[in-house]
């Protein structure tokens, strides 16, 4: 175990866990980042970003290495570390991670969303091998191919949109006919002559070609008729779910499994807060993850004054 006390440590890299660093480390604080991840969270998955203020268009890779250099020239110490429980021990926050031990005075939590799963045959026999959740990262495997997106929100909208740019078709199903996309990424996709689309479908199952993917059945749920679709690659973007288990017998979260917090980012334990993705909100963006992260570090700063003069 490590002897030393941190001020604040903050669990998760992304947006949210890189602003509380920021604004911890320009208030003196020693600051120690733990993530299981690179730096980034969800920007790394997100080709091209367009509605950070300032930036009218900077990859999820150039932003995710701007705000953490912003860490770096601030002192803030980051460490790899996936992170499987934190302890309340009144003043002192212990942080159990899979390989280390620390010890904070007060603990931020931006540990963000993970990729929700179909949970439909094939799906995870074929991860990786056809299927994906990450165009960004497995996109250039399909250059010329077929594939299918699975969804009708921003995510599916805006990363069927950077497929399009080198996949010969692109085909996104969705469960419903309308989309929830924001209106202008939903026009350029419908201008976009390489999409096409399987409305009020579902996905049935993933199928195995060669022991790759090579089609998904998909099932139209106006009429229950069933028909195979071909293709090489299948994105599947139907939403997140919250990285919070690790913490649910100590921090009060909600029934979708999100941290419950104030207008001041704190959560039911004195000392522990929380920022971002993970908590429940109303609109989950990086500018709202960044500006919960400055809320939680301001008010995390206070309460290490307080306790620093007890
Ligand atoms: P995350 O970005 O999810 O970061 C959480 C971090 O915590 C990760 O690095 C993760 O590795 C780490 N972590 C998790 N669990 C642990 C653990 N146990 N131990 C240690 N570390 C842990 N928003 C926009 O504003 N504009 C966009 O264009 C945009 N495009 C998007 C495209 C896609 C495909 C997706 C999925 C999301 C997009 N978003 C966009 C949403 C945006 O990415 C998120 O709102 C934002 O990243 C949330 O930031 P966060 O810091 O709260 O969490
Ligand atoms: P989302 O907005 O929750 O959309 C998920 C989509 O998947 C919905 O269209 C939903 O259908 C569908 N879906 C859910 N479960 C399904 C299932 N079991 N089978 C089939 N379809 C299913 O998720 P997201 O698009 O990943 O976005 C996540 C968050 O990141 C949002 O807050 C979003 O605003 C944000 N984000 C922002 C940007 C941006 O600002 N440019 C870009 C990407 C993401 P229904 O519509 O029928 O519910």
Not at 64 to 92: C, P
Not at 128 to 155: E, K, L, M, T, Y
């Amino acid at each position: 175990m490590n002897n030393q006390i941190y001020d604040l440590i903050i669990i998760g890299a992304g947006p949210a866990g890189m602003t509380s660093a920021i604004y911890a480390a320009r208030a003196g604080l020693n600051v120690l980042m733990l993530d299981r991840g690179a730096p980034g969270g969800q920007m790394l998955n997100t080709y091209e970003i367009e509605n950070y203020t300032g930036f009218e268009k900077i990859t999820g890779q150039e932003l995710s290495e701007r705000m953490f250099n912003h860490t770096q020239t601030l002192g803030v110490k980051y460490r790899y570390g996936d992170v499987q429980s934190i302890k309340d021990e009144d003043k002192i926050k212990v942080v159990q991670t899979d390989e280390a031990v620390y010890k904070g005075l007060a603990v931020i939590i931006a540990t963000g969303t993970v990729n929700r799963r179909l949970g439909v045959p094939g799906e995870d026999e074929l991860a990786g091998r056809g299927v994906s959740w990450c165009a960004v990262c497995d996109g250039a495997f399909f250059r010329d191919r077929d594939v299918v997106v699975i969804g009708g929100g921003n995510s599916a909208l805006e990363e069927s949109l950077y497929l399009a740019n080198f996949c010969r078709k692109v085909t996104i199903i969705h469960r419903r006919q309308s989309f929830r996309a924001d209106l202008i990424v939903q026009e350029r996709v419908k201008k976009n002559p390489k999409i096409g689309f399987e409305l009020n479908a579902v996905v049935t199952r993933f199928n195995k070609v060669n022991n790759r993917l090579g089609s998904v059945t998909v099932k139209n749920v106006l009429t229950d008729e069933e028909k195979e679709l071909p293709c090489d690659g299948a994105f599947i973007y139907v939403g997140q779910d919250p990285v919070t288990d690790m913490f649910k017998d100590l921090i009060q979260l909600n029934e979708q499994g999100y941290i419950i917090v104030n207008d001041k980012q704190e959560t039911n334990v004195k000392g522990i807060f929380a920022a971002g993705d993970v908590c429940a909100k109303e609109l989950r963006q990086i500018l709202t993850a960044t500006s919960d992260g400055a809320i939680a570090a301001q008010n995390a700063i206070k309460y290490i004054e307080t306790i620093k003069e007890q």
